[in-house]
């Protein structure tokens, strides 16, 4: 699996961004999907995911409400729709793919993904 994330700038508070990240594997559509983010000086953190077999998606609180993740399947492709944006969510964001067995609240955690895109950096000024 080869995820190719995109979509990244600068953009001012208060506007919106939607990243994109490309997949290759056939089986797309049975991925669990998320995006991580990684400020400077900072871990990677969970910014939001979403299975295959459900409707729920999961998000960080600190996004709830003003970001959305997608995904089509008849593209192959993972989306996330950032609006309202705000200095702090300044940060490389990564897309991660898991294709294994299904997984619950290990949802949230970056060491469940065994697939990575390169990551695309938003940048928000005040």
């Known amino acids: 699996v080869q995820l190719q994330a995109s979509g990244g700038g600068l953009v001012q508070a208060g506007g919106s961004l939607r990243l994109s990240c490309a997949a290759s594997?056939?089986?797309?559509?049975?991925?669990?999907l998320a995006w991580f983010r990684q400020a400077p000086g900072k871990e990677r953190e969970f910014v939001a995911a979403?299975?295959?077999?459900?409707?729920?998606?999961y998000y960080t609180d600190s996004v709830k409400n003003r970001f959305t993740i997608s995904r089509d399947s008849a593209k192959n492709t993972l989306y996330l729709q950032m609006n309202s944006l705000k200095p702090e969510d300044t940060a490389v964001y990564y897309c991660?793919?898991?294709?294994?067995?299904?997984?619950?609240?290990?949802?949230?955690?970056?060491?469940?993904?065994?697939?990575w895109g390169q990551g695309t950096l938003v940048t928000v000024s005040s």
């Open positions: 594997g056939r089986t797309f559509s049975s991925y669990t």
């Open positions: 991660a793919a898991h294709t294994g067995r299904y997984i619950t609240s290990a949802i949230r955690t970056s060491t469940v993904y065994g697939y």
């Open positions: 979403m299975r295959s077999s459900d409707v729920n998606k």
